[in-house]
């Protein structure tokens, strides 16, 4: 199928923020790993990776962890033991981030570099399965017995989507004052909102047929 929302363009479109971002994280992860890939499995590194991220007066506790999960074996209970550590490593209990402004957990980080890559899949599938139910609002083929309630729910599906796209910018902004961990996240936050809005700006006009 090759029209409508299945057309490859515009799947292209939509997926290309979501991919690259994917691609970087992915090559980020793989060279904070390389020196420990070919000793530990999928678990020990997760739980590596979450121990690195940690703070120092943290790092004791982590290693301590890192050396429990030696210990259990299977691989469901390996999975279930890392993630739970690796939950308590990157966000600690409330009294402890307290304490510290630079140890916080980079909630607003992660929000910056997850939020504006999700923006275009949001509205896209959202789109599919309202085009699965009813057709489109926009033709007169539509199956809606109340088009204008649908009208609705797209534009405030739009105005989502815009919200997500530049969501790196305040999230971002957030995590940097808050001093958070990691906060080359909430710097790659912000350039991510910049570049997939103006990506999203730029598709959007050569879409349209524009000069």
Known sequence: MNNGLFDPVIVSF?????????????????????DCRAELD???LLLTLAVRATPEARR?????????LETVHGGLARWRFALGCARVAL???????????????????MLSVALPP???????????ILEAIGGSPFTQSSRWSNPDAVMIMVKTLVLLTLGCLVAGVPFGLAGWLRRERMRWL????L??????FAYFLTAMRFLSGGD
Do not use: D, K
């Open 191 to 196: 350039i991510l909102s910049v570049c997939i």
């Open 91 to 109: 966000f600690p209990p409330p009294g402890e981030t307290l304490l510290q402004p630079a140890e916080r957990s980079p909630v607003f980080g």
């Open 14 to 34: 939509v997926f290309t923020p979501l991919t690259v971002t994917g691609a970087v994280l992915f090559a980020l992860w793989w060279r904070q790993i390389r």
């Open 42 to 44: 999928a678990p020990g």
């Open 118 to 128: 999700l923006g275009l899949p949001f509205i896209y599938f959202a789109a599919v």
């Open 60 to 68: 004791n506790w982590g290693q301590a962890m890192l050396a429990e």
């Open 186 to 189: 909430s710097a790659m936050g």
